[in-house]
């Protein structure tokens, strides 16, 4: 296993063979970095680190050793703070692992049982953890919104998840979506052509320069969906006045409501929550969503988010530890290993 090549298997083998306070390890692996928590299983306070250094992605996928790497030192310094002398139970989230998990589910479970002696194992998507963190263990559906955006829904039979194909062929309602739906209007603006807006053409051009060369400035970067969905606020901005903006965001409320109905369990005690930075616009696009769900899921009451994607993890490993965990398993979103599995 790479990345923790250094000698840390002699002290990863002493953190499993002590005798002591059991724990659990929950990891958000993400765009933005890495976060990870250690806690007592026996209740005590958890403990947290973070690396703003997202884990590689290689020819393979998701490369475990990078994220090994990163792993080793952040797991021995909260183990000593919390005092956990051996860790029974790790879960990691991680974005990208429906399409690029293939080395994380081949080499990570063995690699996390050398270092620490864990014995079970969780591997989830992000959009898996983002749903515990809001939800919990229940039914209903949520709606994951950022630059992207992914709905996921599940009857604690299986998983169903809507759109999430990126922004050129989905992500609708999503940051990047509204973002080029605005820009849209400021060009149709510029033009002269119906359904523009002067004061997002204002707004864009105060953001990008003049129209004419903002094509050039868009197409050829590589992070183009994050600078669309960097216009994003601008259009929530001019909502209250524009009635072009406002229709934006209504529009993206629709796309939002729609993945939702497409995951969410059609009849039960389901409910319905949002996650993501996206959301905190707040009142111009959470307004017309509540609408539009309040007309398409009405048996689905729309619920605040009980915590993020790392919160989620805490309580897929805490449930895993106590040998209650309700979730369905899926290839691709949730996968569970234990020591006896090999």
Do not use: N
């Not at 490369?63 to 310094?77: I, K, T």
């Amino acid at each position: 296993m790479s990345g923790a090549g250094d000698g840390s298997g002699t002290d990863a083998a002493g953190l499993g063979a002590r005798a002591g306070t059991t724990g659990i390890l929950a990891v958000d692996s993400g765009g933005s970095g890495l976060r990870v928590v250690v806690k007592r299983t026996d209740g005590g306070p958890p403990a947290q680190r973070e690396s703003r250094e997202p884990v590689r992605t290689g020819a393979r996928g998701i490369e475990p050793g990078h994220l090994m790497a990163q792993l080793v030192p952040m797991v021995r310094e909260l183990t000593a703070e919390t005092g956990v002398s051996a860790l029974s139970t790790a879960v990691v989230g991680a974005a990208g692992l429906a399409s690029l998990g293939d080395a994380l589910r081949a080499e990570l479970p063995g690699a996390l049982g050398r270092e620490f002696g864990v014995r079970s194992v969780a591997l989830a998507a992000d959009a898996v953890t983002a749903y515990v963190g809001a939800l919990g263990p229940r039914p209903g559906a949520v709606v994951a919104a950022g630059t992207g955006l992914i709905a996921l829904g599940t009857d604690l039979t299986c998983w169903r998840r809507a759109d999430g194909w990126g922004h050129l062929l989905g992500d609708c309602g999503s940051g990047a979506w509204i973002g080029r739906a605005g820009l849209e209007a400021a060009l149709r603006a510029f033009d002269g052509r119906p359904g523009g807006s002067t004061r997002l053409l204002a707004r864009a051009e105060e953001m990008f320069g003049p129209m004419p060369g903002l094509p050039g400035r868009l197409y050829p970067r590589p992070d183009r969906p994050a600078v669309l969905a960097s216009f994003a606020p601008q259009v929530a901005a001019c909502a209250e006045g524009d009635p072009v903006a406002a229709d934006i965001l209504g529009a993206a409320a629709r796309h939002m409501a729609e993945s939702a109905v497409a995951v969410c369990p059609p009849a039960g005690d389901a409910q319905v929550a949002v996650t993501g930075g996206l959301f905190k616009m707040g009142d111009p696009l959470l307004g017309p969503l509540a609408e539009e769900l309040s007309q398409l899921l009405p048996h689905a009451p729309l619920v605040p988010a009980a915590g993020d994607p790392l919160a989620g993890s805490v309580r897929i490993a805490d449930d895993l530890a106590a040998g209650t965990l309700t979730l369905p398993g899926d290839e691709a979103m949730l996968s569970v290993m234990t020591g006896d599995d090999g």
